[in-house]
């Protein structure tokens, strides 16, 4: 089945290329793949009907038609399983691929920050493990909303703040050690650092996960649909929370391409005169101000001196480059 799912993505791609190249120069990424699958699916079983996807619905149909034919039926609909596993199949490899071929490499920055502020908020947009490695590899605590020991797994429980721990971290889109465990009465969201398929709760019991794949965000478009559900929706008001607090973000790889963060960051700039961006970017490639989210707003904003530009990426900025902005800042690592 998964030749079958890998052929459709194929199909997909083509489908969309077009489309991005005339819009956003660029070819279609496993994101866009995703994205495109997610939403046929969507429509299939209408759960989220999209009259605007007639023609692309009907054109994916017609070419896939040799795949979805003799494919196994789950949903009462072929087409629908086929596209719904084609996303499991894209969130296996990127999972799959995230831990075994991501290195930790100039992340030291973050460890040296966190011991010179007396706190460190962190949001951070992967689903790899580099930040928690970095930490863990300096001796800096860090607490990530998981505090509650269950065996092998560790359930979310809200534990953030801790007196111990001089970094929160908030993964927004979550984690490739992040499951959903199914229990007779709830589902429990909990952070398994080993291997999930032989982990056991505390009565010994071998505990079964909603999906075989990890509870990360991907795609697009869809997964700003998943800020306002379950686990994600209390981290995004988590975020919220935690951004009235600070009148400093500093930004470092981040690609200004989600909306649903762009809105965000935007509210929060215009909430509070003090709040301001401190973007670090060294000039590669095209311009920050050229970005799509930038282009209407990068005037306005750097005139009023809410946006400040440090050209460098995180590993050549001197900590007391940063000092001056410092004020227990939330650093929002690529």
Not at 82 to 101: E, F, G, I, K
Not at 250 to 279: A, M, P
């Amino acid at each position: 089945m998964a030749d079958q799912a890998q052929d459709f993505l194929k199909i997909i791609f083509w489908q969309i290329r077009d489309h991005l190249l005339a819009k956003e120069k660029r070819e279609p990424n496993y994101e866009d793949l995703f994205s495109a699958a997610r939403q046929l699916f969507e429509d299939e079983t209408a759960e989220i009907t999209n009259p605007m996807l007639e023609g692309s619905i009907e054109a994916v149909r017609l070419m896939s038609a040799y795949l979805y034919n003799r494919y196994p039926d789950e949903w009462g609909n072929r087409f629908a399983t086929l596209a719904d596993h084609s996303t499991d199949l894209t969130q296996s490899v990127v999972a799959q691929m995230l831990r075994a071929n991501v290195q930790r490499k100039d992340l030291e920055k973050i460890s040296e920050l966190a011991k010179a502020v007396g706190h460190l908020d962190i949001f951070t947009l992967n689903h790899d493990l580099l930040v928690e490695e970095e930490l863990a590899s300096a001796k800096v605590k860090f607490s990530d909303g998981f505090g509650k020991t269950n065996g092998g797994m560790t359930e979310f429980s809200w534990d953030w703040n801790t007196a111990q721990a001089k970094v929160d971290l908030f993964k927004l889109h979550g984690s490739i050690n992040w499951h959903i465990v199914r229990e007779p009465k709830q589902d429990i969201a909990c952070r398994i650092d080993n291997d999930f398929e032989s982990c056991r709760n505390r009565k010994g019991k071998l505990i079964r996960t909603l999906t075989t794949t990890p509870l990360f965000l991907t795609g697009t478009i869809v997964k700003e649909r998943a800020y306002g559900q379950a686990l994600f929706g209390d981290l995004f008001r988590k975020f919220h929370d935690v951004l009235e607090q600070h009148r400093t973000l500093i930004c470092c790889g981040y690609g200004w391409s989600d909306k649903g963060i762009n809105t965000r960051l935007d509210q929060w700039l215009r909430n509070g005169r003090e709040n301001r961006l401190v973007i670090l970017h060294a000039q590669r490639g095209e311009p920050l101000e050229k970005k799509s989210f930038w282009i209407n707003r990068w005037d306005a904003q750097h005139k009023a001196k809410k946006v400040v530009v440090i050209e460098k990426w995180l590993p050549q900025v001197k900590i007391d480059q940063l000092a001056k902005f410092i004020t227990d800042p939330i650093v929002v690592p690529k």
